[in-house]
């Protein structure tokens, strides 16, 4: 009897079942995981499966802190909640030293069933099929076995339609002077935030200003009111805008190869608008409210063009936020603009032409920011976010104008991509992104309205609205929107452009990485 039960004691407690209760367990859990950091993401960030993916594979750093602690307190009690359960299934089943046996009569015949085994049968295979239906509701949240069967497939649109600044002959016309560049992107900056009547999606009007600016300037359209451009793969995140904002190429780098904290260059075969100005001889400076370490900036912009970076750690430096501040994703927008005119007035003393470009922050997810300047004129805080960023553009622009450069001086204002939350947005289908060229050569209604446009199309653009010129109206994948030439958009299609950049592309491997 007793060399009985060392045997089954022996059995029960092999190697073997302790792998499979780790491997089981393993599978369960990261099921579990999947599902529950998928639908957090989906609730706070509605963002594509390719952002997801740069945002892991690159510095976090500079990230705003509450991201890290909402999926926190969002995941952590849900998968600690499915592991209580299967460690105490597993300590059940360890502990059951007899085995359950029930007799089943079926006519003549009698089964005896073994229950315990039975339900170690299924409760192992239940957490393989967890793991295998996580798998699915990832792929209908992000699309995930559209995304590899895209990584998979080959486009030549970079063989067919890219032109290489380098090779474009830009040039400025004999005679004419060097304009400064001041180009401000607003974070998630969409026209939605219009009321209807003017285009956008709200009942009441949240950008009463850069509408007006925008009916002033030079504002292009993708219908007869205020509307704006449409961005495709590669560009749905902040960096993945600028690049394509300031090169005419998209983000399209393959994650395991493109991790910015162990690379000395970001697309060293790319020329961007940064690269054509610094050969003119412009001074250049990019200003954020955040650590310019987070996404690659510091190194997109160092590496091409020798922008000086002007982030969280140099308003610390300067006096102009305590030691140690941090709020957000660092420091408001009223400190950025502050910071911003004395860089400008700073730079306008120089002997040298100059590009600023700044990139705000407080209308990012989740929510926006809401500082000491935001009013309660609306229901919705994020709506008061988003005045409170209109009037503070306006007030800036104001100063601008009244400033001894602003006559040399052509100012770009856009957005970088749609609002990465549903608030304010939620089943809005259309989400253009603004864009205005102020002092900026005007154009005919019919070309500024009813374009299709991209991210892309703005780095050419902006070199023309400078006074710049070329050989043809393309730069990278981008048109000259005050040219009479189509966009590639409206040549091809959007759809079919955007389905082509989410392929891999040979060319781009070849030429930019």
């Known amino acids: 009897m007793t060399s009985k039960k060392k045997t089954k004691k022996t059995r029960r407690h092999s190697p073997v079942r302790i792998v499979v209760y780790v491997l089981v367990g393993l599978a369960y859990l990261l099921a579990c995981t999947l599902v529950c950091v998928c639908d957090w993401s989906r609730e706070y960030f509605n963002v594509s499966l390719e952002e ?22 969002y995941c952590l009690p849900r998968i600690l909640l499915v592991t209580a359960a299967y460690v105490v299934a597993v300590w059940i089943d360890w502990r059951t030293n007899v085995s359950w046996i029930v007799c089943v009569k079926i006519k003549k015949f009698v089964l005896r069933l073994n229950v315990l085994k039975i339900a170690r049968f299924v409760g192992a295979w239940g957490c393989i099929a967890a793991m295998t239906m996580s798998v699915f509701h990832v792929d209908k949240r992000y699309g995930l076995f559209e995304f590899i069967k895209n990584r998979m497939s080959v486009n030549t649109i970079y063989e067919e339609y890219y032109v290489n600044p380098k090779e474009a002959g830009i040039v400025l016309p004999a005679g004419q002077k060097k304009k400064n560049l001041v180009y401000i992107v607003l974070e998630s900056m969409e026209t939605t935030y219009a009321d209807k009547e003017h285009g956008g999606a709200q009942s009441e009007e949240y950008i009463p200003n850069l509408l007006q600016i925008a009916k002033e300037y030079t504002s292009f359209s993708n219908g007869e009111s205020l509307g704006g451009f449409y961005n495709t793969s590669g560009t749905m995140w902040t960096m993945g805008a600028l690049m394509a904002l300031t090169s005419g190429v998209p983000f399209d780098f393959p994650t395991q190869r493109n991790s910015m904290n162990k ?52 308003a610390r430096a300067d006096g102009y936020i305590p030691e140690g501040y941090y709020v957000f994703w660092g420091y408001e927008d009223l400190y950025l603009y502050e910071i911003a005119k004395d860089e400008l007035t700073r730079l306008s003393q120089g002997n040298e032409p100059f590009n600023l470009t700044m990139l705000t922050v407080d209308t990012h997810a989740k929510g926006g920011y809401v500082c000491k300047l935001c009013k309660s004129d609306h229901a919705v805080s994020t709506a008061n976010v988003v005045s409170c960023a209109d009037r503070q553009l306006k007030n800036f622009l104001d100063w601008c104008k009244a400033q001894p450069f602003y006559e040399d001086t052509v100012i770009v204002v856009t957005g970088d991509h749609p609002r990465m939350d549903d608030i304010l947005v939620a089943g809005v289908e259309t989400r253009p992104i603004y864009n205005c060229f102020v002092n900026a050569p005007a154009i005919e209604s019919e ?20 006074g710049f010129s070329w050989q043809g109206n393309r730069l990278g994948l981008g048109t000259n929107l005050y040219s009479s030439q189509k966009t590639l958009s409206e040549e091809l299609g959007f759809d079919y452009l955007d389905a082509e950049l989410k392929k891999s592309s040979r060319y781009y491997e070849e030429h930019f990485y």
């Open 447 to 466: 070309r500024k309205q009813n374009r299709v446009f991209t991210p892309m199309d703005m780095f050419p653009t902006t070199l023309a609205a400078m």
């Open 52 to 73: 997801i993916l740069f945002t892991l594979t690159n510095p976090l750093e500079g990230a705003d802190n509450n991201i890290v602690w909402d999926a926190v307190k």
């Open 263 to 314: 690379r000395e260059s970001f697309a060293p075969g790319l020329t961007t608008i940064g690269e054509v100005l610094d050969s003119f001889g412009y001074t250049q400076e990019f200003l954020c409210g955040s650590n310019g370490e987070f996404g690659g900036r510091r190194l997109y912009f160092e590496t091409h063009g020798g922008y000086e970076i002007y982030d969280l750690y140099s």
